[in-house]
């Protein structure tokens, strides 16, 4: 039995939890704190646990026993012990209501197939079902998780060393830092080509991160744990003064949270130098300074159209950025890759340089969205998709490509256009070159997407409700 056909398995549980009213989110979260026990059985390191808190201690036990001490472990564990035990099981608490769903759930774990998840990989596993969690259910989890092809394309084009220090600072579940250090291992052997001292900064310092939502860096540390990754992952946010000791980054990878701050209000760091209630734009504001100013520190962003075009302080961080950064490539990214259809979104690319002004002089920018398909379950994103993209970032000499989706702007043009960087997307004949409208099957297939999406999240509110109704009739 495969990774992949094992996190279907465990997936298929979550059906025994709809009654007792647990979204799907929640039921990940569940089974993180179960499949962190059992994890550590199978690998060997269950001596960092109470002794009485160990997965034998599940399995013996049934009914309200059970219960019982499943929620006494996760009160204990979130406040005694191994620091990284406390930081999965911080403030943890269990929404399964019936002893019999939970005793169901930790018989299923135990008799899947383990000496083949241990051999493909149990960090692989455990992504695979934080993927399984952001395709499945458009009711939030697709806000944290990056596509896993658009990930690997951006750090393999990001290209972080050995020896570099790797951050995200809106980490999520840690795709983009996982990823690096897959890449970094890929190129040294596992770390073997490396001496130890090299091998030991791989592993506990190139790669670390900051993620703002209690859950979520639940997730994202229980994740690092299985690749072997034990950098820091802060739990906070980037935009609070947490943020102004980050620095001196040699990559940074990321995909911040769209919208803008909660209230309105705007970062409530004082250090950097525009002020905006654009969370994105702080957080640009962020990276690029962030970045080490040597001239090779370099950074890879997703963001959304709003970050190319805000005038006011929008223009005046966007040439920040070109004076401080040699912005060197945009990326129009298809629509309908993330949680909600109709978000536009790009990535930039751009290095720091050694000095504060003119380090930009021209934008190449890669139009991938105009008269593409549309993205979805059935047709899902694949690293193929970037091939040209990824020929044409790579060219030896860029002006020699010939791709119509790859126009160069200069400085002096972008700055004509008030540092408007809403550019490059290719003009169409029969539609205005900034729409790019799916054809009649793609729009069916969009259709029965979202309904299928809608009775998901329908679903759900339901088993919410019959579970608030419960509780007030106790």
Known sequence: MGNQEIVQKLWNLCNVLRDDGITYHQYVTELTYLLFLKMMKETYNESILPENYRWDSLTERHGLELKNHYRQLLLDLGNQGNETIKQIYMNATSNIDEPKNLEKIIRSIDQLDWYSAKE???????EGLLEKNASETKSGAGQYFTPRPLIDVIVKLADPQPGERCNDPAAGTFGFMIAADRHVRSKTDDYFDLGEKEAEFQKHEAFTGVELVKDTHRLAMMNAMLHDIHGEILLGDTLSDLGKDLKNFDVILTNPPFGTKQGGEGSTRDDLTFTTTNKQLNFLQHIYRALRANGEARAAVVL???VLFESGVGAKIREDLMDKCDLHTILR??????YAQGVKTNVLFFTRGKTDKNNTKEVWVYDLRTNMSSFGKRNPLTVGHFDDFVKAYTAEDRRKVEDE??????REEIRKKGDNLDVGLIADESLSAYENLPDPIDSAEEVITKLEEALTLLHEVVSEL?????????
């Open 405 to 410: 989706r790859f126009q160069v702007f200069t």
């Open 304 to 306: 959304p159209d709003n």
């Open 120 to 126: 493909e990989g149990l960090g692989d596993l455990y």
């Open 333 to 338: 990214l298809p629509t309908g890759i993330f």
């Open 466 to 474: 019959k579970a608030v109704e419960v509780s007030n009739d106790e």
